[in-house]
Structure formats: structure tokens, C-alpha cells
């Protein structure tokens, strides 16, 4: 369970968050691909950033705020984003996690909720 109800925002303290926060997505990157272990970006704040090239695999943003974010082309589909609101954002050329279904994502693009994973079989 999140230590952080689902609708707060937190700082995260991690170099590599001060550096997408600072739209250095080459920098980013870069850094990313030096660590063996990732640091959780959830409950982030990405409201308003360029994150354009930004490699996502790997990466925690569950319950993250992306509101008029610029998004397009990242690659989602093996991020957590689940809770996740992307009100407002460019998401052309988006993939997003399979379990994402297109009505989450559309309802999420135009009214600002939370994107919920669909449930798998049994």
C-alpha cells in the first residue's frame, strides 16, 4: 500500500527527479541508465513539462500529475502509471501499458481522472 493517499503530490528526493523536473531529458537519460536500481517517481508533480524523449521503462509514476505535460512519442507500456492523470497532455505517439484500456486514457486526456488498469482473466 502507498504511504501517500492517492490524491497528494509529493517532492521527490532524487537527483534524477530534479533533473526531469528541469526538462534535462538527455541528462535524464543518461543518469537513468547508470543506476541499477530506479527511485519511484509516484505521486510526482510533471504538470507542465517537456518530457519528450524521455526514457520510461522501468519507471514508477503511479498517482502522478501530468497535466499539460508535453508526452508525445514516450514509450509507457513497461511504466506503472496506474492512478496516474494526464489532463491536457500531448500523448501523440504515446504507448501505453496494455492493461491501460483507450476509454482510461481518453477520460483521463479530457477530464483529468485517474487511469485505472483493466482487470486480467483468471
Given at each position: ?37 530506479l ?28 497535466r ?55
Amino acid at each position: 500500500m502507498d504511504e501517500f493517499q492517492d490524491h497528494e503530490l509529493h517532492h521527490i528526493d532524487h537527483p534524477l527527479y530534479e533533473i526531469l523536473r528541469s526538462e534535462d531529458i538527455k541528462t535524464f537519460n543518461a543518469e537513468k541508465a547508470k543506476l541499477s536500481e530506479l527511485p519511484s517517481f509516484a505521486h510526482g508533480d510533471f504538470r507542465g513539462l517537456d518530457m519528450r524523449g524521455m526514457d520510461a521503462k522501468g519507471l514508477d509514476f503511479r498517482h502522478a500529475y501530468f497535466r499539460g505535460s508535453d508526452l508525445r512519442g514516450i514509450d509507457f507500456s513497461k511504466s506503472r502509471v496506474e492512478g496516474a492523470s494526464i489532463a491536457s497532455a500531448k500523448i501523440s505517439g504515446c504507448y501505453f501499458p496494455h492493461r491501460l484500456e483507450a476509454d482510461e486514457i481518453v477520460m483521463s486526456l479530457n477530464h483529468g481522472t485517474r487511469m485505472r488498469y483493466a482487470l486480467l482473466p483468471k
